[in-house]
Structure formats: C-alpha cells, structure tokens
C-alpha cells in the first residue's frame, strides 16, 4: 500500500523536529555567557564525594575566570552509578564521580580493582602508592573507553554487619551466610573462605539481614552506615577485605575540546584535591566507627594471623581471575608491585 501524502508529511516533520533538537543541543553558549558542564555525583550531597566535589567546582570556576560553569546534580536525581557512567558515556554529562564497582563493566581491566585483599588489609600508605603505581595503566584503560581520569582516591573500605557472628576470624564464619553484591568479586571472595555468598541487591540486603535470611552483610563501610543497620545490627567486623577506589571522569571527547587554560583549570590542583577527598574518606570512616562503639555496636578486627590465613584464602580467586581476564595482568602488577 503507498504511503500517503500526510504520512510522508509526519515522517518529514519528525525528521525534522529531531534536527532541530540535535542542533539546539550542540549550540555553543551565547555570546557573553559562560559555557556550562554537568558533573553528576550518585551519592548524596553531603557526602564527602558530594564536599569534594563542591570544593572542587569553587576552585576550577575561579581558576577559569568564568569562562565555563560547573553544576552539580546529586543522588538520586542522576540515578545509581552505572546510570550515571553511561550518561558520561553518551554525552548526557560531562563528567561524573564514581567508584570501582560503576567501572567493571564498562571498563574490564578495572574490575581487577574489586580482587579481596589487593591491597593488604587496606593499609593507607599501601593503598596510596599501589593506586599511584597504577595510575598510568588505569588511565589509559580509562581512555581506550572514551573517559578522562581526573581524580582517583580511595573511597572507602568493605566490612562486614552482622547480627551474630564476629567475622574477624576464620574459626567462626564457616558455613555462614553473607549477603554481597551480585556482579562483583565479593560471592567469590566469602565463598572461598568457606561461607555461603547469597548475592543480594543493596536495596534488598537490609530486609535480608532483618528476616534472618542471612547472617551478615558484605559491604562498604558508608553504605552500610547510610541504612542504619549497624542499629540493629550489633556487630561490625573491620575486615576490610576490599576497597572502593573512587574515580572522578570527564567524557574524553568533551575534555579534548576544551581550551587548553580550561583543561588546566580543571585538572591543576589534582593532587591537592584527591588528598583531600582521601583523608575527608579516613576520617569519616573513624568518626562512624566510633559512633556505631557508642551505641553498644561490637567492633571486632582480625589479628595479623587472621588477617593472613583469609588473605590466603582468597588467593584462589586471585589467581581464577587473572587466568580469565588477561588484559588485567599489568594492572594487577602494577597494584601488587608495592611492598608492605
């Protein structure tokens, strides 16, 4: 059957209006008028991702004389990490802060970042020169995917909540239950130091803990104390078998378009801010961990020996993944080139 003349007319008119569009989002700012950037940060406001990125956005606007403005959007309004990375991706923002667990996926040679006890029991002068020894690997890897490495620091180390077990030494989490993230490394992690992983959903691992459906939860430390669980959740082990490295983006494409003075505006202090971000993280974690003593949580942390035998065993996962993931293997020398 022809087409008839109006529905040529509506495809001609759609064409049409979809041009429009396409060319009034590419239209520079107005004459007179800084151009505008939207960095998106998943986590809320008052976070020390969302402190540092509002010391950030003072410092680089000021630095570039206003000639470009940065703005903000936080939690909820850009939707969860991996929401939030494709949105860099595909030009929606311009940049974004975001951790490991965003990035595995979109940028595979990083998931090595997600192995359990990488960086030796989260050590802080350890986790900062493996991060510094990498750097190189992490952002060419970052590059290749049509991202901008800003910042990286660290953001945060994974613990264990629990109602009834103190997960701090191996004698006692035989055959438990641990609630972790689907899609990471942490099943792997508790499965090989012979406890049963129920991979969970963060939205579904409260009501987990509080039907009993398993006895503690792996995750990191913030999260959990966003939730409250540690309020009824009375014990808190600081296994810190993993570490969330928290990377700030731009879309590459974007960045290389940018004057070179914007560009350095952006990236100047780059050091001075990651520091800062990194000790507002340590802080913080102190101060949390000290609030959770105060309302009766029990806080247990491994002793050195512990410590090793669940290091040990984890090495299988280790060595499972480097054998199925190749591309890793320099990143992972990089990582473990540190000595401690």
Not at 57 to 86: I, M, N, P, S
Not at 92 to 118: I, N, Q, S
Not at 291 to 314: A, D, Y
């Amino acid at each position: 059957m022809a087409n008839s003349p109006d529905s040529a007319l509506s495809r001609r008119a759609v064409l049409a209006g979809m041009a429009a569009g396409a060319a009034v989002l590419s239209l520079p700012a107005r004459a007179g008028e800084p151009d505008v950037h939207v960095i998106a940060n998943p986590f809320p406001e008052q976070s020390p991702a969302g402190a540092a990125l509002g010391r950030w956005k003072k410092a680089a606007e000021g630095r570039g004389e206003d000639k470009f403005k940065l703005k903000l959007k936080h939690g909820d309004e850009v939707g969860g990490q991996a929401a939030t990375l494709e949105g860099v991706k595909s030009g929606k923002f311009a940049g974004a802060l975001v951790t490991t667990y965003a990035l595995r996926e979109a940028v595979p040679r990083l998931a090595a970042l997600d192995l359990p006890y990488l960086f030796h029991f989260g050590e802080d002068k350890v986790v900062d020169d493996a991060l510094k020894a990498a750097r190189d690997e992490i952002k060419t890897s970052l590059e290749l995917n049509n991202l901008k490495l800003i910042w990286l620091f660290d953001m945060g180390r994974h613990v264990v909540f629990s109602r009834t077990v103190d997960f701090s030494s191996p004698d006692n989490i035989k055959g438990q239950s641990v609630a972790c993230r689907p899609g990471s490394l942490g099943p792997d992690t508790w499965n090989a130091v012979g406890c049963k992983a129920v991979p969970t959903p963060l939205a579904e691992i409260g009501s987990a803990l509080t039907a009993s459906q398993v006895e503690a939860a792996s995750i990191e430390i913030f999260e959990g104390a966003d939730r409250q669980w540690a309020t009824r959740d009375r014990i808190l082990s600081l296994t810190y078998h993993a570490v969330d490295v928290g990377f700030l983006v731009m879309n590459l494409e974007l960045f290389n378009k940018l004057k070179s003075k914007e560009q350095e505006a952006l990236v100047s202090d780059r050091a001075t801010q990651e520091a800062a971000i990194t000790e507002h993280v340590r802080k913080r974690q102190g101060v949390l961990i000290d609030e959770m003593k105060s309302t009766g949580v029990k806080v247990f942390e491994p002793t050195p020996r512990n410590r090793q035998l669940m290091m040990e065993g984890t090495r299988s996962v280790h060595d499972a993944f480097l054998k199925d993931h190749g591309a890793s293997k320099a990143l992972y020398a990089a990582l473990t080139s540190v000595k401690f």
